[in-house]
Nanobody
Framework: QVQLVESGGGLVQAGGSLRLSCAAS????????MGWYRQAPGKQRELVAR???????NYAESVKGRFTISRDNAKNTVLLQMNSLKPEDTAVYYC?????????WGQGTQVTVSS
């Protein structure tokens, strides 16, 4: 099993910033991808950003230019810097790790952006 520990969620005003952090522990061998997903009320879970072990990055179109994902392979940690936050960014954000044996998820952290 892989355990994912998240931190950094909270309440901010529109235009503000937050930094989310997720650290993987346990049986971390063969983790290939780490990333962030989010789910807003009444909507399906969607990809926010992901990064592979060799540094390849993908972003959702809605966050390009505002969010930055990075990864510290030595610490098995992935960060999401969120700038210029909008009310539509409000959601539960989930950390994700991919292994050949399955998909692992964090418990989720609430991000709320007020107008």
């Amino acid at each position: 099993q892989v355990q994912l520990v998240e931190s950094g969620g909270g309440l901010v005003q529109a235009g503000g910033s937050l930094r989310l952090s997720c650290a993987a522990s346990g049986t971390i061998f063969s983790i290939t991808v780490m990333g962030w997903y989010r789910q807003a009320p009444g909507k399906q879970r969607e990809l926010v950003a992901r990064i592979t072990s060799d540094g390849r990055i993908n972003y959702a179109e809605s966050v390009k230019g505002r969010f930055t994902i990075s990864r510290d392979n030595a610490k098995n940690t992935v960060l999401l810097q969120m700038n210029s936050l909008k009310p539509e960014d409000t959601a539960v954000y989930y950390c994700n790790a991919v292994k050949i044996t399955g998909l692992y998820w964090g418990q989720g952290t609430q991000v709320t952006v007020s107008s």
